[in-house]
Every structure is written in C-alpha cells, then in structure tokens.
C-alpha cells in the first residue's frame, strides 16, 4: 500500500504542504505579532504567499504536466483552486476566530487540516495528468 503510486503521490504532496505551511504559519504570526495587523487580512496575506511556493512545489515534485494543458491555462486553474481554498480558509478562521473564540493559532491549524484535502483532490482531479 505504501508502494501504490497514489500514496507516494499523497506522501509528496503532504511534505510539500508541510512546508509551505511553515510559511503561512511563520507569516501569519509575523504579520499579527509583528506588524499587528488584522488576522484576516493576515491570513489572507500568508495564505497567499503560501499558495505561491505551493504551485511552484506541487507543479515541480507532486504533479506531472498535463500534455494538452499549456502552463498559462495549468496557472490559472490552479489558482481558481487557489482562490476557493482561500475563501475556505477566510471563512474557517472567521468563525473560528470571531465567533466561536479560538485562538488564531489553532484556528490556522484546524483550517489548514480542513483546506488540505479540498486541495488535494480538486487539484489531482483537474491538474494531474
């Protein structure tokens, strides 16, 4: 089972989300204990810059080029992915935050769990070849 392309797959996606939640995270925290912005727009901000390397990671270690995709349509599916795992994660860290009183921290984590397997399998399903 560990063997089975599909989970080596996973594997590498796990590891590459792994870093580039150490940015988001590091961003975030920076962001709000540094510069004392909001947390939305904040995680807006990490968010975003996370999803950068992220592409650059996936599209390079995780995911094979689609033939009969050309970059330029591969990038902006990815970021139309991108941007509803945004809206995902916003919605997350709102009511996490504002309504039910989490620590931003935490909400971070338990959003970034909850975003990770949206991405994942929209991503397979319209990147992967």
């Given at each position: 089972m560990l063997y089975k392309p599909s989970t080596q797959q996973f594997a590498k996606f796990a590891a590459v989300g792994i870093i580039s939640?150490?940015?988001?995270?590091?961003?975030?925290v920076l962001?709000?204990?540094g510069l004392r912005c909001d947390y939305l727009l904040a995680t807006t901000v990490s968010f975003l810059a996370s999803v950068a390397l992220n592409y650059a990671l996936s599209m390079r270690y995780?995911?094979?080029?689609?033939?009969?995709?050309s970059r330029k349509r591969e990038f902006t599916i990815f970021a139309i992915?991108?941007?509803?795992?945004?809206?995902l994660n916003d919605v997350?860290?709102?009511v996490?935050?504002?309504m039910l009183n989490i620590?931003?921290?935490a909400m971070k984590v338990i959003?970034?769990?909850?975003?990770t397997w949206y991405n994942f399998f929209s991503r397979k399903k319209f990147l992967a070849s």
């Open positions: 939640f150490a940015v988001d995270w590091l961003l975030l962001l709000v204990e995780v995911f094979d080029h689609r033939d009969d995709m992915l991108s941007a509803v795992g945004l809206g997350f860290m709102f996490g935050v504002t620590a931003y921290q959003a970034t769990f909850c975003v």
